[in-house]
C-alpha cells in the first residue's frame, strides 16, 4: 500500500512544501504551472499507483511564505536539484506550462539528475528582447488587500475565474471547493501567483540564454500539446517549434484545454508510463 508524507523543507534556500507518496520505479516528479497548487495533480496521481510520485508546491502556496521577490530560473533550478537530489535521481519530470522553463533548465544544467521529461502543454517563449524590470509593489498592496479583507475571496475568485477558461471540465463552481478557498484565499499564495506570473518574461528570457551555452542532453522528451488551447491561435506550431528543439515527440491531445491534469489525465500517466523503465510496472 502507497504511502504518502507531506514535508516542509529548505531547498535551495527557499521553503518548499512537498508530498511523497512510496513506491517502485524511478521518481516521478510532478510540477505546477504558475500560481498552481500540487492538489491539481490528484488525478494523474490516481492514475499512477504504485510509482514513485513526487509533488510539490513553490514558496507562497501550500501553508509556505512568499520570500517577497519575484522567483527568478536561477532559484527554481536550485530548488529542484535539491528537491531531485533528496527524493532520488535521476527523476522523470513532469512539468505544466511555466514549469516547463524549469525542467528544461534543470535538464540542460544538471542532466545527471534528469531521466525524462514529459512537458504538458509547457510554455514556449522565444522573446526578441530583454524584458522590462518589474517591480512587487503592487503584488504586496494586493497581497495587504487580501489580508485585511479576506470576504472579498480574490484568491479563491480569480482562481476559479481562471480555471474556466482554461479547462473543458472546470467551471466556477470548483470540483474541490472548499479547498479552493483553503488554497487560494491566504494572501501568501495571492501575492505566489501574482509574483509567478510577473517572473515569466524574465524566466523565459533567461532560459534562451541558457540554451545557448547548455546543450539538451540526449533524453527522452515528450511534448503533450493541448488540441483545444483557445488563447494562442498558433500553438500547436510553437509546441512543434520546443517539440524539435528538444529532440522530442508531440502528441496533440484532443479534448483538452490548458489544463490538462484536469482535462485528460488519463493521456499524462499514459505518457509517465511510456518513459518509464519497460521492467517498471504498476502495483
Known sequence: MAVTIANVNDFGGRAIHWREQSGSGPTVLLMNGAGLAAEHWDQVVALLPGRHLVRFDRPGMGGTRWPGTLPTLAEEVRSLTELVRTVGAPAVLVAHSMAAFHAEALARLRPELVAGLVL????????????????????????????????????????????????????????????????????????????????????????????????????????????????????????????????????????????????????????????LPTDSVDG
Not at 522573446?127 to 487580501?146: F, T
Not at 506570473?197 to 533567461?206: G, I, K, N, V
Not at 510553437?238 to 484532443?254: A, Y
Open 120 to 275: 504538458v502543454d509547457g510554455s514556449v517563449e522565444f522573446p526578441a528582447r530583454p524584458p522590462r524590470a518589474v517591480g512587487v509593489r503592487l503584488i504586496r498592496s494586493l497581497q495587504q488587500i487580501a489580508r485585511r479583507a479576506p470576504v472579498l475571496h480574490l484568491g479563491s475568485l480569480a482562481h476559479r475565474a481562471g480555471a474556466s477558461l482554461q479547462s473543458r471540465r472546470l467551471t466556477l463552481r470548483h470540483q474541490w471547493e472548499r479547498r479552493v478557498g483553503e488554497l487560494y484565499d491566504d494572501p501568501e499564495s495571492v501575492a505566489m501567483g501574482l509574483a509567478e506570473s510577473a517572473a515569466y518574461p524574465r524566466q523565459a528570457w533567461d532560459l534562451l540564454a541558457l540554451r545557448r551555452d547548455h546543450p539538451m542532453p540526449d533524453l527522452p522528451v515528450l511534448v503533450l500539446t493541448a488540441a483545444d488551447q483557445t488563447v494562442e491561435r498558433d500553438w500547436p506550431v510553437r509546441q512543434r517549434r520546443l517539440t524539435r528543439l528538444l529532440g522530442g515527440r508531440q502528441l496533440l491531445v484532443e479534448g483538452s484545454d490548458h489544463l490538462m491534469m484536469i482535462d485528460r489525465p488519463e493521456v499524462i500517466a499514459d505518457g509517465v508510463r511510456a518513459l
